[in-house]
């Protein structure tokens, strides 16, 4: 059975540093791999998805990427932004992607 | 982008009456939608998959009697809580999945609170 795991379970840090989010999984048959953001009482926002063939995708300020075979990715923000906070969610796609399953997710503070 | 619409947003009712949910994707058809549990400062828990026109497959520990999902048309699927209870209170997410995407897009969710 897939277990998703995040460290750390909260983070605070000053605006303006750059931070690095961890997520690691049990198995490594995995379809992709996603970070979400979500806000207090919110839904989620996907902010970037891995497919299980590449290693890195980036979008903005955003750098995730992946290392299928020790189980491991990581979310990269850089220049980090009171608006950055919020929980950050990792979801491992089996299945097809058509199973997510989810970590406990980081909670962010960035500090003005 | 594609959206998906959750309603209501909140609901507040008493112990024993049900709830229904409705979770819809609002520009593309979605051949399956994802029903979440989420419990405060914990992370989302699948409880059911739903494809349209047949029955969901819930995870193990989903009492289905408890948690009725219908998935009539392709783009609506509705979570109805019955006989709700206190420890029913919970967020609850839906995602859709479809339209040539490889992504869930998800719903905004909607808090339930039984008294």
């Known amino acids: 059975k897939q277990e998703v795991t995040q460290i750390p379970a909260a983070l605070s840090v000053p605006e303006g540093e750059n931070l690095v989010l961890n997520c690691s999984f049990t198995?490594?048959?995995?379809?992709?791999l996603q970070w979400f953001r979500q806000d207090p009482g919110k839904g989620l926002t996907s902010l970037l998805l891995?497919?299980?063939?590449?290693r890195e995708q980036t979008s903005g300020r955003l750098n995730a990427s992946l290392d299928k075979s020790s189980g491991r990715s990581t979310l990269y923000i850089a220049a980090s932004q009171p608006g950055d906070s919020a929980t950050y969610l990792c979801a491992v796609g089996d299945q097809g992607a058509q199973k997510l399953v989810f970590g406990q997710g980081t909670r962010l503070t960035i500090n003005p | 982008g594609a959206v998906v619409s959750q309603h209501p947003s909140r609901v507040i009712c008493k112990s024993g009456t049900s709830v229904k949910i409705e979770c819809r994707s609002l520009?593309?058809?979605?051949?399956?939608m994802f029903w979440y549990r989420q419990f405060p400062k914990q992370s989302l828990m699948l409880m059911a998959t739903s494809n349209e026109g047949s029955k969901a497959t819930y995870e193990q520990g989903v009492e289905k009697d408890k948690f009725l999902i219908n998935h009539a048309s392709l783009t609506l699927s509705t979570l109805t809580v019955t006989s709700a209870h206190p420890e029913d209170s919970s967020f609850y997410i839906c995602?859709?999945?479809?339209?040539?995407?490889?992504?869930?897009?998800f719903g905004p969710g909607t808090r339930l609170l039984v008294l």
């Open positions: 520009d593309f058809q979605a051949t399956t």
């Open positions: 198995d490594s048959a995995i379809y992709n």
């Open positions: 891995i497919q299980s063939s590449q």
């Open positions: 995602s859709a999945f479809g339209g040539g995407s490889e992504t869930q897009y």
